[in-house]
């Protein structure tokens, strides 16, 4: 069934000499580039491999290019860098906010008042009331003093008189500082408590010196900035873009959703979340769940009175093969089917958005279940082609066999186990 599907498209492997986006998807080397440094977004793309799509498929130097999981703003940074202009969508509330500081032109006397303002609010000289936020953990995320320090240089911040631009700055430093100052560590699907080889105790002074890092790297980063930002940018699912975007109006698409892997953004995202304020409560956090694209268990799993009709045969068969497998948990082929229907989706509002000829790239991972691979990559594409898309290339980045348990139990299937851009045009 892989065979006859992959069949019927061109797939580029890493080994093959056509391969052009060889080992792009790992973001590493930006993280020290401007603005790309002012948060640590793991999941981030490279800008390299936006230019090169961009380049490739973008046929003249103009137009819009959307982004609907814009995460931490890469795609828009580098359609800027290249002079086209930027739409996006983030259901996130803590990304949207990274992204808007990020996607914005600071004039020189912003640059000024930030500079003086980020000196101003390190200084803490005396204590504040502070409360921390509902979150079940917070008072186990830092050490008493680093706690305490923190809190009041937010307190400084929130208080101060500062533009609104010079605060959102300002605040997005401080939450940047966050998970290197705290007892925990984003891992897996959330946070897991650090473990040091050797006992190491953070200190105020780790906690200033870090915050004063990257106060200096965004100084740095808008004062020296070469990018005339133009993005139009939606904190709100995706799933609505179409109230947002006129049909026709996109040249390419650019997006990595979140893969079929459980991953729940909120989660791994949560020490943001709660103490940057854009979650106050259990409640929020829910909500905030049942919006975002359903590839975790935390999501709205209910199946009843869904059309699952979209599902196309081998999708069905191999949902199917689940039911004899046994699986971590129950709920898992519900979320595979919702997962794939709001895929479909977003790739019907997709179809609808671009100009004719436009095109779409999606760089997506696939997963397994129970030893049963899903070729997330070949099931989008063949859904993509059956709304009218033509489905250029299935380019194969690099192959993710996790562990030797996985690695046992798909070793027919393994190759299958990969993350890849598939590249779509109108
Ligand atoms: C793989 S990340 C994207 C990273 C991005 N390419 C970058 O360079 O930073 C996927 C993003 O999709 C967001 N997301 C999940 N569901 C969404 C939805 N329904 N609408 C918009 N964004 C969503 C998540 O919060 C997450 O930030």
Known sequence: MYRELEQKFKVIYPESENATYSSLLNYSDDLNRPRQRWYRYKEGFSLELVRKLINEYNKN????IMDPFLGSGSTIIAANQLGLNGIGFEVNPFSYFLSKCKLQNYSTEIALEFKNASQEVLNVEYERDYKLPALSISKNVFNPDVENYLMNVKENILEG????????????????????LSNYRKGGNGLKKRKYVKPRIITVNDARSE????????FDDIATNDITFKAQIFNDSCMNARDYVEDGSVSGIIFSPPYANCFDYTE????????????NSYEDLKKLRKKSLRSHLNGELNLENVD??????????????????????KRIPAMLQLYYLDMFKVIDQSYAVLEDNGFCAIVVGNSSYGGVVFPT????????QKIGFKVDKIEVDRYIITSSQQYESTKEYGKYLRESVVCLIK
């Open 61 to 64: 130097n103009k137009g819009t």
């Open 161 to 180: 008189k500062y533009s609104d631009e010079v605060k959102n700055l300002l605040i997005l430093g401080w939450i940047s500082s966050i998970e290197p």
């Open 211 to 218: 915050l004063h890092t990257f106060y200096t790297n965004i």
């Open 268 to 279: 791994i995202y949560k020490l943001e979340l709660w103490f940057g304020g854009f979650v």
């Open 308 to 329: 699952t009709t979209k599902l196309s045969e081998s999708t069905q068969e191999l949902l199917n093969s689940l039911a004899t497998k046994k699986l971590w948990d």
């Open 377 to 384: 990559d070949l099931i989008l594409a063949e859904y993509a």
